[in-house]
């Protein structure tokens, strides 16, 4: 790499980000199978899950920003049939494929150690013969539900709420590692060893050393983000921080990772040498509030001129886009924001608030914002899409003339 290269304008930045989240390319024309999937899983290298189901459950979101409408069940098929990918606790609970497993037990031994929720670790010293119990039963019976196992004991009168001691045994279980979770189509969790998801020549691999698992997932954070603060390649994967600086510092000294500045930026960025620069970042695309686009919030700030929060906790008086907005994407820049719902009952998208950000075309930011929304609508199943009588926003006239 050159000197001159060294130094990026906030475009390049930007078209490195989206590049490298597989946004350079063009969506697939026909039909989309497993093979897309396994293409966008490679790229991203995890999936975020959350339960919110406000449009559809958001680890459907960024296989579609993609790939445009597909089957989400195809997802469910890969994930939680076929045990392709599995459900870790990584950056929040999130999807990996199933090769990543050797490089996450590092985490597994922290959880054992103490090195997690201190509710579970006192559950798992106190109660050690019914963890036991609990692990037997799924050991015999797996896949199970909670509500299958016996003794699930109520618990009642602090912050875990209603979640029993079965549920809380479960949880302590699968951060250490000894079982995992699959999902049903309504998104419920069953329980089963791990040794029936994770194929058994993967489980039989040798243990990675954590400075060795830390600096191997650095570099797959730098090259699902193309380039990066420390910060955020910390982020991608929820590294321990402390450790973390030691190992981005041993993969700049080693070359793996080029030091660069952005312009305007204050932090120093990180480059991942294999990822190209793309002259241009094609189409549109509405992104999940949990893709690693925008997930940290700063970073979007920083490239995209971006400020976003989600306002799902924000009392609806005091929210200023809506309960569940989406950014979205048109070339390298994120140029609009829109409020929707999915009613189901109905079988229609609905847009509740739509938002240009300044300095754009709203004409056009609109007529490529509907082309999208009757895409997000073939995804979640609906018949149409339909703007509010109360929608807000300075984008909504446009769009309703779309």
Request: charged fraction near 30%.
């Amino acid at each position: 790499m050159t000197t001159a290269s060294r130094q990026l304008s906030r475009s390049e930045a930007r078209r490195l980000a989206l590049g490298a989240q597989g946004f350079a390319e063009r969506r697939p024309a026909g039909r989309i199978d497993r093979r897309h999937l396994r293409k966008v899983m490679g790229r991203l290298h995890l999936l975020q899950l959350d339960s919110v189901p406000v449009i559809i459950r958001t680890q459907y979101m960024p296989l579609f920003s993609r790939l445009g409408p597909y089957d989400p069940g195809l997802l469910d098929r890969v994930a939680y049939r076929d045990d392709e990918w599995f459900e870790v606790w990584s950056h929040e609970a999130s999807l990996v494929p199933v090769g990543t497993e050797p490089l996450l037990r590092w985490s597994k031994h922290r959880s054992e150690a103490g090195e997690t929720w201190k509710g579970l670790v006192e559950l798992a010293r106190k109660e050690r013969r019914f963890v036991e119990d609990i692990y037997a039963q799924i050991a015999q019976a797996g896949p199970v539900a909670t509500s299958e196992l016996r003794d699930v004991r109520p618990r009642e009168g602090d912050w875990w709420g209603s979640r029993s001691l079965g549920q809380l045994a479960a949880d302590w279980l699968f951060r250490i590692g000894r079982i995992g979770f699959r999902r049903t189509p309504s998104f419920e969790k069953t329980y089963d060893t791990l040794d029936r998801i994770v194929p058994g020549t993967i489980l039989a691999q040798p243990t990675p050393s954590e400075e060795a698992a830390h600096r191997e997932l650095l570099m797959r954070s730098a090259r699902a983000l193309g380039v990066a603060t420390g910060p955020e390649l910390v982020d991608y994967y929820r590294l321990p921080k402390v450790p973390a600086r030691d190992r981005i510092a041993e993969l700049v000294e080693d070359g793996r990772l080029v030091p660069v500045t952005v312009e305007g930026a204050k932090r120093p960025y990180y480059l991942h040498p294999a990822v190209p620069i793309p002259r241009r970042i094609p189409g549109a695309s509405l992104l999940s509030p949990f893709d690693p686009v925008v997930w940290n919030r700063g970073r979007a700030e920083q490239l995209f001129d971006f400020e976003y929060k989600i306002e799902i906790y924000v009392p609806k008086a005091k929210r200023r886009y809506g309960y569940y907005v989406l950014p979205f994407r048109m070339g390298d820049r994120l140029v609009a924001r829109v409020d929707l719902k999915t009613d189901r009952s109905a079988r229609v998208l609905r847009v509740l608030g739509a938002f240009a950000e300044p300095n754009v075309d709203r004409g056009e930011v609109a007529e490529a914002l509907a082309a999208e929304l009757a895409q997000l609508a073939q995804l979640v199943a609906a018949d149409s899409v339909e703007i509010d009588r109360s929608a807000r926003g300075d984008l909504v006239a446009e769009l309703r003339s779309h």
